[in-house]
């Protein structure tokens, strides 16, 4: 009975950003779930080799170039893949960029504008064309990827801009939760700690930095990304039929003190 709840063959899920990283993660989880997989990327390299890994573990994946900064073209891509397959059941909002390190006398109006553009506009876009969709089928999940950051301001790297934009997915995923619960649209978020991705390899300092995270995060440890997929498996699923608007948080009890 229980099992069969994270069943979801025959649903078409999409990921924005979903070639590498956390994305790629959640591409892996709802393709073994049974999800057809749709790779949504800006570059069309990165979600070339997204679909490649899939495939050698065993699955297939479509894929499509997409910017969601571009309202103009997310809508379109939207309407193409609803086309293409009929229906799209599930959207993961990963698609984001941090920037991490400039403190906010610093900040030049193209590092703010880029941040919020494409950690919150982003997902709004995303949301509005895809959940347009759900909303006149009357079913489908939303899930976001926020971030701790939306709850505590880090450090010791500084990051206001970064830190308002998770915070405003948060809030944004609540709202939409509100509006559409009424046509059976789920919308959650999850919210990570640092994730041991490539990514934080090329940060400045970075070990410097993951010694003082260590150091704040009760468990002593990164996030792994298939820890995250798990999570959004679990909200994609029918698993979590009664959670809407809900932030979970996986930060290793970060924010516990």
């Known amino acids: 009975m229980y099992l069969k709840k994270f069943d979801l063959s025959g649903r078409v899920a999409v990921v924005t950003g979903g070639g590498r990283g956390i994305g790629h993660a959640c591409t892996h989880a709802l393709a073994e779930a049974g999800a057809t997989v749709v790779i949504a990327d800006v570059d069309h390299e990165v979600a070339a ?43 993961v909002n990963n698609a984001g960029i941090a920037r991490s390190g400039t403190g906010a006398e610093d900040v030049s109006d193209e590092h703010w504008r880029n941040v919020i553009d494409v950690n919150l506009n982003g997902v709004f876009w995303c949301s509005r064309a895809f959940g347009g969709h759900m909303v006149q089928r009357g079913q489908g999940a939303i899930v976001n990827i926020g971030s701790m950051s939306g709850y505590i301001v880090n450090r010791p790297q500084e990051q206001s801009y970064y830190n308002a934009s998770k915070a405003a997915v948060h809030h944004l995923t609540r709202s939409l939760a509100a509006e559409w619960a009424e046509h059976s649209v789920r919308v959650n978020a999850v919210a990570p700690t640092y994730i041991d991705t490539p990514l934080l390899k090329t940060l400045e300092n970075g070990e410097v930095l993951k010694r003082d995270w260590l150091r704040d995060t009760p468990m002593r440890r990164l996030g792994q990304p298939e820890e995250i997929a798990s999570v959004v498996l679990f909200l994609a699923s029918d698993a979590a039929s009664l959670m809407t608007g809900s932030i979970v948080l996986a930060d290793g009890g970060f924010t516990c003190w």
């Open 49 to 91: 080799a997204g679909q490649a890994a899939l495939g050698e573990a065993g699955y297939e994946a479509t894929t499509v170039t997409m910017d969601v900064t571009d309202p103009g073209q997310v809508t379109s891509a939207a309407n193409d893949l609803v086309s293409q397959f009929g229906h799209i059941d599930i959207l």
